[in-house]
């Protein structure tokens, strides 16, 4: 039993798991794969790692010391089922079995219960970062018991992205917890990619830039507030070339978005918790619209401003103001989707009784992961400076980015209006903005009518209690409870 850890599916991110590991000191990997060539196929590529080979389960957990340590890298769903069920079948009670796929967080507190029922440890853990960061560091979020973590945690630090001298990785929360945030982290990832690329439609087609002038718009944006890895991609995106055509790239991709169903999971598990996370939401309601190819097709006569490649809208009026007012509702609108996924974390939170440090969920997405970026610092210390805040849009610096962003955000969202170009996560976080900061909603009249069809009932704003209005009679009022 030579190695220390294992690492279990050895397709792209599995392989460049097993070797950012096996290239921090104190580690010596096992590797594992259902078919046994490749597992041969990563030791001879890289013998500098000096991987344990095993060709089956027995073989795998006989090189691994005790406590055994092993990642699974499978598929989400019946294929990870399939690797828990045989790797438990092998080893012992304190052993542990880490899940470092995108599993669904109900499967994996099944799992956790099923397997500490047979006295062993599974840690489910979101990693992101794609590819790259799974070899050079990705950022890490572990759920599991403590008792996991105390073995566990020193191996992730070790191979974790690291911000600021600190590994990204922190033990998020018991069971499910670790795949919950990993599973938000996604759902704002959607919201990201589609305030950006509303930004890219607006200074495309209102304000008429080519991908070109846009790219470099990106690229300064890249140095302000905006700072990060999806701003930074999106310039490389929009200043590439078609090798084919010589047309800008983005012009010759299909307009259909795909999914593999974590921005789902995100808005159905936020929407049974009763919390709105809407640009979330019209983010995967915008993923859908794009390849809903016969509605598209239906739809494409029907009236309206149609958006043009020249200047249009009233909004625009120079160029770099323009450009200066989109920055800025793209960042309001950036710090809404932020808050509501935080928002959904906190709820999760208490209905799964997990003990989840938001502060430290912004720490560790600060590199390494998909969303990572330089706005994270400030939830951080938002978090760290009042650790039960409960609304983060309300924080003093985003109190007054929010007070900053105003008008731009305001008139962004109109001119998109006026032009025709649909600014759905934009508008929605205005929206989310406008009913959260309101005094008074219309929701009285919402429980007026259901009172009146369903006899409801409602509450007064003068006394307590239930009341029903008698509707259909002589509508006097009752209290009912
Ligand atoms: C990450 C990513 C990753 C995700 C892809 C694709 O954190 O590294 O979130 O886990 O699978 O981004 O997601 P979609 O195919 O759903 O866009």
Redesign the pocket.
């Known amino acids: 039993s030579r190695a220390n850890i294992g690492v279990v599916g050895l397709a792209v991110m599995g392989s460049n798991l097993a070797r950012n590991l096996a290239g921090r000191p104190g580690n010596t990997v096992a590797i594992y794969n259902r078919s046994a060539d490749k597992t041969h196929h990563l030791a001879t590529a890289h013998p500098e790692a000096e991987f344990v080979t095993a060709d089956t389960v027995e073989e795998f957990a006989q090189s691994l010391s005790t406590p055994r340590t092993a990642i699974i890298m499978v598929q989400a769903g019946p294929a990870t089922d399939q690797v828990i069920s045989q790797l438990a079948d092998v080893f012992e009670p304190g052993d542990i079995i880490v899940d470092g796929g995108?599993a669904h967080f109900t499967d994996t507190i099944r799992r956790e219960a099923e397997l500490a029922a047979r006295g062993l440890n599974f840690v489910g853990a979101g990693i992101?970062?794609?590819e790259e960061?799974a070899l050079n560091g990705p950022s890490i979020m572990p759920g599991g018991s403590a008792e996991a973590w105390n073995t566990l945690g020193p191996i992730l630090e070790s191979i974790a992205a690291v911000a600021d001298g600190e590994p990204c990785v922190t033990h998020v929360g018991t069971d499910g917890a670790g795949h919950f945030v990993k599973m938000i982290?996604?759902g704002i990832?959607y919201a990201d990619m589609q305030l950006i690329a509303e930004a890219y439609d607006l200074l495309r087609h209102a304000a008429g830039l080519s991908p070109q002038e846009i790219a470099d718009v990106f690229r300064q944006w890249n140095t302000g507030v905006l700072e990060s890895y999806l701003i930074d991609i999106t310039a490389e995106v929009l200043g590439h070339v078609d090798a084919t055509t010589g047309s800008p790239l983005v012009d010759v991709i299909v307009d259909q978005a795909?999914?593999?169903?974590?921005?789902v999971w995100t808005v159905q598990s936020a929407v049974g918790l009763g919390v709105p996370v809407t640009g979330i939401a019209e983010a995967v309601f915008a993923r859908a619209i794009s390849s809903s190819g016969a509605s598209r097709r239906a739809g494409g006569g029907l009236p309206g401003p149609t958006p043009t490649d020249g200047k249009s809208g009233s909004a625009i009026g120079d160029a770099q103001g323009f450009i200066d007012m989109v920055e800025q509702a793209l960042y309001a609108s950036k710090i809404v989707a932020y808050s509501q996924g935080f928002d959904a974390i906190s709820e999760a939170a208490s209905e799964y009784n997990w003990s989840i440090d938001r502060g430290e969920i912004a720490r560790i997405w600060r590199a390494g992961?998909?969303i990572r970026a330089q706005f994270l610092d400030r939830i951080t210390e938002a978090y760290r400076e009042q650790p039960e805040l409960p609304l983060l849009l309300a924080a003093p610096y985003f109190h007054s980015a929010l007070d900053d962003a105003q008008t731009p955000w305001r008139k962004v969202i109109q001119a998109g209006v006026e032009t025709g170009i649909a600014t759905p996560a934009f508008s929605s976080s205005l929206a989310y903005y406008d009913q959260i900061r309101r005094e008074r909603l219309p929701a009285c009249l919402i429980q007026g009518q259901r009172d009146f069809f369903g006899a409801h009932t409602y509450k007064r704003v003068d006394a307590e209690g239930a009341f029903h209005t008698d509707w259909s009679a002589d509508r006097s009022e009752s209290r009912v409870d």
């Open positions: 995108n992101s970062g794609g960061g982290h996604n990832e795909g999914s593999k169903g974590t921005g992961c998909i």
